[in-house]
């Protein structure tokens, strides 16, 4: 594994962070082989916080008459679903900068898609987390390449050699297996939460705490309006990644991936367990880690689900629901930038 400091980023490869047990966690049940992944007494940081919110601090009065009801802001299990007006940006901030958390958020660069992280990086600067501690986890074969972008207080950035390979569905593929080995050997020990996202993107404006929870997902922004039929999901009972049609909640995109060090760290080994069960036997899922994705999350509920604000694609016009754009996919030459079609 390889280590490149940037201009004004910070290199902690093994630097030593404070930790602590599980204090206050419970015993969740999990899906049989979530069960098998979870390791007995993970090193990982604290994680219970209280909403404390700050005395005296002025914000809009809530109410339980008045607010969206264009769009669905809560799933069937009570997770709530994140939309523009269904949290208070300042309250939100309040509650959760005290708590000096640290972000880690990996991005993968590989071969000619390191040409995205500049704008990735720059935005990110601009708009995700901002005044929270975050940690830039880049990954890439190319680390010579890496931009030198300005960072702002308390933000570091890491780069960290991964082999390239011929085949884009692979690189897409083995984050799972990287992001897993990462957080088992510094990620756990660095940070409170994780969001994995892809690099060919832009932030337009605010991602915030109001992101935060256990295990968080995003929904598509392609599928948000169609029925469980149409869902990309992989429909082939050999595969581990199978979705009967009956079955699904939303479609998630593979874009995204976050909440707690710990839960995704079992996401991802679950995963990356079934995607080399899959390769045993010579299936490669339709949409790679995304369907593994999905299948997992269909049986281990998200806490929290980010609207498509937080995943859109810029070919799509925006939609009359979708009132900010925060995160998008850019538009990108497929046969220019991927190493094979
Ligand atoms: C979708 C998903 C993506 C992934 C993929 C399935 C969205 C918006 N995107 O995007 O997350 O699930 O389907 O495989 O939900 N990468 C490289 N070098 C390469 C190819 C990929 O670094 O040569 C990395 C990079 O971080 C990129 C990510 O893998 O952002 C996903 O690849 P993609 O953006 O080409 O996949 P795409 O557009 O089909």
Not at 40 to 62: A, C, G, H, I, T
């Amino acid at each position: 594994m390889f280590c490149f400091s940037l201009l004004e980023s910070s290199c902690f490869l093994g630097m030593s962070t404070s930790t602590s047990s599980l204090k206050g966690s419970t015993d969740i049940p999990v899906d049989e082989d979530v069960k098998s992944s979870s390791p007995s007494k993970p090193m990982v940081r604290s994680r219970v916080w209280n909403m404390v919110s700050p005395e005296k601090l002025l914000y809009k009065q809530p109410s339980v008459l008045v607010g969206r009801t264009d769009v669905v802001t809560v799933t069937p299990w009570l997770a709530s679903i994140i939309w523009e007006g269904t949290f208070d940006p300042v309250l939100v901030d309040n509650i959760y900068k005290p708590m000096n958390l640290t972000i880690a958020t990996t991005v993968f660069a590989v071969g000619k898609y390191v040409s995205f992280l500049r704008d990735f990086l720059e935005t990110a600067e601009m708009h995700f987390m901002v005044g929270f501690n975050v940690r830039y986890y880049v990954f890439t074969d190319r680390p010579q390449d890496v931009p030198s972008v300005n960072l702002t207080q308390g933000r570091h950035l890491s780069v960290i050699q991964v082999p390239g390979s011929n085949r884009w569905q692979e690189i897409s593929a083995r984050r799972m297996e990287i992001i897993q080995t990462t957080i088992e050997s510094q990620i756990r020990r660095e940070a409170d939460y994780i969001f994995c996202l892809d690099v060919d993107s832009k932030f337009h404006a605010r991602w915030g705490a109001e992101s935060l929870g256990r295990l968080v997902a995003v929904i598509h922004p392609g599928y948000y309006d169609q029925t469980r039929a149409n869902f990309p999901y992989e429909r082939r009972p050999a595969s581990m990644a199978y979705i009967p049609m009956d079955e699904g909640d939303y479609y998630y995109g593979g874009a995204m991936i976050g909440g707690f060090v710990e839960d995704v760290y079992t996401l991802t080994t679950v995963c990356r367990n079934r995607f080399a069960v899959d390769a045993g036997n010579s299936i490669e899922a339709a949409w790679q880690e995304e369907s593994h994705l999905n299948r997992y999350l269909l049986y281990n509920k998200p806490s929290k689900v980010l609207s498509p604000e937080y995943l859109w694609q810029d070919f799509k016009a925006k939609t009359k629901e979708v009132k900010v754009i925060r995160f998008s996919g850019v538009i990108k030459n497929y046969a220019e930038v991927r190493p094979n079609v």
